[in-house]
């Protein structure tokens, strides 16, 4: 099983675009340590995509290639959303 580096994983999510910074920085300080290691993997895998693409999966202005980066997105998205 792949181990994957959660500082590492930290850093990635950092994109210097304050939009994407937004929704990954909180997503991967809150929830990443509960995913599962598939969701880890995928999530390490939808961070080596270009700022342009993400964002606009995020937005939904563009669907991922990749199907499975779906689940990631939504639950992005759901993090997002819930009251601080």
Partial sequence: MEELDKQKIFWHS????LELDLLL???????FAQ??????????KFLEEEDQDLFAWLLGTAAPPNEAFEKIIAKILAH???PT
């Fill in 80 to 82: 997002s959303k819930k």
């Fill in 14 to 17: 950092r994109r210097g675009m």
């Fill in 35 to 44: 995913l599962d290691h598939e969701e880890q993997v995928l999530y390490s």
């Fill in 25 to 31: 920085v909180p997503f991967v300080d809150d929830v």
